[in-house]
C-alpha cells in the first residue's frame, strides 16, 4: 500500500482577539471567535477542509485579512461557499472566507459591475495580483449564511498556494490548550472481505482516565487501562471514536493525530496535517457511514487497497491485525491533540482459539485499473481507482422496445471515489434531443446529459438502472408577495419568488424591469429568489418579468405590472 505524508486536523477553540500566531504574523478573522467545526472532521461525504467559527447565530459580524495579500478569487454561487473570498499572501499561503452575506464596499462594487456586464448573479472572478490589494485587519466582508451552509457562520481556510491543499489553520496560529482528548469508544472489523467489514467486536469506553502529573504550561497527559482482552479472529481491523475540546465543555470535534502500539512497537499512525480536495472522499472508507455507526465518526486504523490519503504514516501489514499465535497482545491507541494534549487507552487482543481463517474472497476486477463495457448501444466507464477495493461487475440491458435505452449496472456494494461514465445510443426520437438526459431509475436522480459521437452521456457516482429520459417541464414561479395588475409595491423593499424545479435543478435566473437587467439573488437552500429595491430602481410604471432556466434550458417567466 502506498503510503505518504500526513493530511488533516482537528478541534474546536474560544479566543478573543489579539492573540497573534507564533508561526506566522497571522491575525485571526474575526474579532471574538469559537471554533464550532475543526479541520479534518468527518462529515457525511467528506471531511472538513477547515474551521467553523460560530457567529452565534448572527449576521453581518465583519470579517478582517489575516495579513497582507491580495484577493485572487472571489466568487458568488448559490451552492457550496456561496460568497467567497480567496486571499494569496506572501511565503506561499492562501486564506479562505466562506458563506459571507455580502462584501466590503470595494469587493461588492467590483463584482456588482462584472454582474451587470454579465447579466448574471453567479460570478467567479480571478482578479489580477495588483487589481485587489489587501491589508492585514481590513474588513473584506460580513458572515452570514449563504450557499449551503445551514446556519450563520464564517468557515475559514489556509491553503497552500501551490498545491491548493487545505492546511491545518490551528498550526498557524498560537492557541491555549489544556484539555486532552477523550477516547469513546474502540472496534473490531472482520477484515476478510475489505468491500464489506462489518464490527465484530466493539466497547464504548466509561472507565474514568489516570491524569498524570505535568507541570504547568506542559501538555496534559491522561490514560485508561482496560482490563479487557478482546477474542479475535486471525484478521481483523481495528478503529475507534475520539474527539478533542480546545476548552472544558467545548464541542466535541475532531482530534490531531492517532497512533496504534501493537506490543509496544508503533504499528500504524495517521495525522491531520494537510488535506488535499481531491482526497476528502475517501472518508467513505475511512470510517463506516452506515446507519449504526454514522453517529459514533469512528476512525479506521487499517487501508483499503485504494485509500491514498495524505495521513498515513508507521503503517504494517496495512494496519490489519495478523493474528498467527494464540498468545496475548497488547495494544495501545494514544490520541492527541495539536497542542499536545493526550489521552491513552491500553488493552489486550487474543486470537479466538481454533478458528480456521476464511478463504479470502477474490474479486474479478483490479481498482487500480480502467475497466471498459462495450457495445453498439452502450458503453460504461469505470477508470482507475473509481471503487475503494477489487470489484465483480455486471450489467444486464432491457430487451423491451419501450426501454431499450436502459442499462442495469450492479456489483459491488460500495460508495464510488470516482464517478463513473454512461453512454447510451440515440436513437430516432421526436423529442428535442436537447432535453435528453439521464436518471438512475430507482431514485430519480437526475444524472446530467450531453450528446458526444452519437450516444447520450452522464457521469453518476452510483451504480444502478440508468436510462435515458427528458426533461420538458419548465420550473415554476410562485410570489411570495401578492403582486396583482399594477400594483402598488412603494412600500415593499423587496419581491420574493418561490421557485423550484422536479428533475434537472435550477440552472440561471434574470430580472428584467422595463427590459432591463436587474441585480437580484438567489438562495437555493431556501428555493427562493430575491429583488431588492434600491436606489437604481426606476419609479412610476414598471413591467417587471423574472425569467427562471432549468439545467436543460426549460423557461419559465413571470409577469408583472407594479408601481413605485
Known sequence: MKVSLPCFLLFIVSLVSGLLPAQTDFRLPLEKITATGNFCEIRPGHFHAGLDLRTDSKKNLPIYAIADGYISRIKISTYGYGHVIYITHPGGYVSVYAHQHHFSDKLEKYMRKKQEAEETFELEAFPAKDELPIKKSEIIGYTGNTGSSQAPHLHFEIRDEKTETALNPFKYFNLTDSVAPGIEGIYFFDTNDLNATPVIEKKKIT??????????????????ALKDTFLLPECSGFGFSAYDRHIKNGNKNQIYSATLFLDNKIY???????????????IHCFTDLSKEYKADRIQKCFLNKNEFLGIFSDVSNNGELFLKDTSVHKLQLICEDAMGNKQSISFCIKRKKDLAL??????????LKELVFQDEDMKLVFPERCFFNDFNLFYTKSKKPADRHSVYVFGVKTSMFLPC??????????????????????????????????????TPRMLGSFLISQDTVAPTIKPLQNLTKNKDVSKLTKLDFKIEDKLSGIGKFKVFINDKWYYSTHESKEHKITYTFDEATPKGELAFVLKVWDKKNNLTEYKAQISR
Open 207 to 224: 472507565e474514568a482516565a489516570t491524569v498524570t502529573k505535568t507541570k504547568k504550561g506542559e501538555p496534559k497527559s491522561e490514560s485508561i
Open 268 to 282: 500504524y499512525k495517521h495525522t491531520y496535517d494537510t488535506m488535499g480536495f481531491d482526497e476528502s472522499r475517501y
Open 358 to 367: 476464511p478463504e479470502i474472497k477474490k474479486y474479478k476486477y483490479d481498482c
Open 421 to 458: 461514465s454512461v453512454y447510451l445510443k440515440l436513437r430516432p426520437t421526436p423529442v428535442d434531443t436537447s432535453k435528453l438526459c439521464i436518471i438512475e431509475a430507482t431514485t430519480g436522480t437526475y444524472c446530467g446529459g450531453q450528446i458526444k459521437d452519437g450516444f447520450l452521456f452522464a
